[in-house]
């Protein structure tokens, strides 16, 4: 009996290793996933895979309380006040050949909590897209916002902290993408995603959008996007219509980097005096930097944000419960020092102000109309 059963495990054995070696290329997921594969494990030779990081610390102060989860008010980069903190740690691969790509980052720190979906708060994006025919790819996942001059990486910006401006548009997106990259002048984008600022979806509206990039030559360039959505609960009374226009401009030169950006919006049946009014918002910033040397470089900026029925802002009280709307602008200056090109360590301050009856901050038992910010940042990538 023991004789039959190992010539039968020893037939057994054979007959597996001889289907193994005539579908050396198929995926026998049996034991370790689903029980039938229907492709055959193939990679595009042209394909290449990078693995990249990005380390983010800080040290802020603030003339200003703290809130919900101890930070500052407009929390993104650098939230927490008077202490020592990480913005980000994060980890990036990239997937990318003649006609595939894909992106997916992940991190966790100040920024992750304090200015990210709540869902899924360690995401920050997870795309993959392919090429539909020449110079057209679609895209789909969860994306960083493609709006705005500034990034939530301080590596990408000028300075180190967040505009105003920048604090209220859109971080990320879910949904897809329809871009036209025409040539090295002109690309088209279409978009259609979940939410402005959303991952999940809030109700049954859809996002969409469009952009239009131009850049003439190497030292400026230009974008144009536009949004139309309606964050308003399923079943609300009034349809809360929102258009967001965004315009950026770039320039560079040898020692020069300025980008200026530019915002404007309405939102029907908003208005913070009278709901069955259309609301305006508008918001702007003007940044430059100065390369003195390799290592060594100044910056400043400018920003202005009025947002007078809280379309995008949410409720804002003074110090006597009003709700006030905001209206607020900010001085920017700082200096960089780059002791590797993928690092930097920059010495910030900042102030920001509010109109007379807007007292928003709060400090040594005073409400106040400015803040004023004293900001450290070290941050290297690899």
Not at 40 to 53: I, N, Y
Not at 175 to 196: D, E, H, M, V
Not at 234 to 247: E, K, S, V
């Amino acid at each position: 009996m023991k004789r039959l059963i190992v010539s039968a495990l020893l037939v057994a054995g054979s007959i597996t290793s001889s289907f193994a070696q005539i579908n050396r290329d198929t995926t026998d997921l049996t034991f370790t996933g689903t029980k039938v594969n229907p492709y055959r494990t193939e990679f595009d030779s042209t394909g290449k895979l990078s693995f990249s990081g990005y380390i983010d610390t800080y040290y802020g102060f603030y003339t200003d309380t703290v809130g919900a989860g101890g930070f500052v008010k407009f929390p993104t980069v650098s939230a927490r006040n008077n202490q020592f903190g990480l913005n980000m740690i994060q980890f990036s691969t990239k997937y990318e050949s003649n006609d595939f790509h894909g992106t997916a980052t992940v991190f966790i720190g100040d920024v992750s909590e304090s200015a990210w979906s709540p869902t899924l708060k360690y995401v920050q994006e997870a795309n993959v897209g392919f090429r539909v025919f020449k110079k057209l790819w679609l895209d789909a996942g969860y994306f960083r916002t493609h709006i705005g001059l500034e990034s939530i990486q301080p590596r990408e910006n000028m300075a180190l902290s967040i505009a105003t401006t920048t604090y209220f548009e859109p971080y990320f997106m879910s949904g897809a993408k329809l871009t036209w990259i025409q040539s090295p002048k002109w690309s088209f984008q279409l978009n259609a995603f979940n939410g402005f600022n959303s991952f999940v979806e809030n109700n049954a509206n859809k996002a969409l959008g469009a952009s239009i990039s131009y850049a003439p030559n190497d030292k400026f360039s230009s974008t144009f996007s536009s949004l139309v959505c309606d964050e308003s609960p399923d079943g609300f009374n009034r349809p809360q219509t929102r258009l967001y226009n965004n315009w950026i401009g770039i320039y560079k030169t040898t020692h020069w980097t300025v980008g200026y950006e530019l915002n404007y919006g309405f939102q029907t049946n908003s208005q913070l005096t009278d709901s069955s009014k259309t609301a305006q918002f508008f918001s702007t910033l003007l940044a430059a930097k100065y390369r003195l040397d390799t290592k060594w470089a100044s910056y400043t900026r400018f920003e202005l944000f009025e947002d007078g029925s809280e379309v995008l802002t949410g409720p804002i009280e003074n110090a006597n419960h009003q709700l006030v709307g905001l209206d607020i602008t900010g001085f920017t200056l700082g200096m960089e020092y780059k002791p590797i090109p993928n690092s930097y360590f920059r010495l910030e301050g900042r102030v920001l102000s509010t109109k007379a009856n807007e007292d928003i901050f709060y400090y040594n038992s005073v409400s106040r109309n400015q803040r004023l910010e004293v900001l450290f940042g070290l941050g290297v990538w690899f």
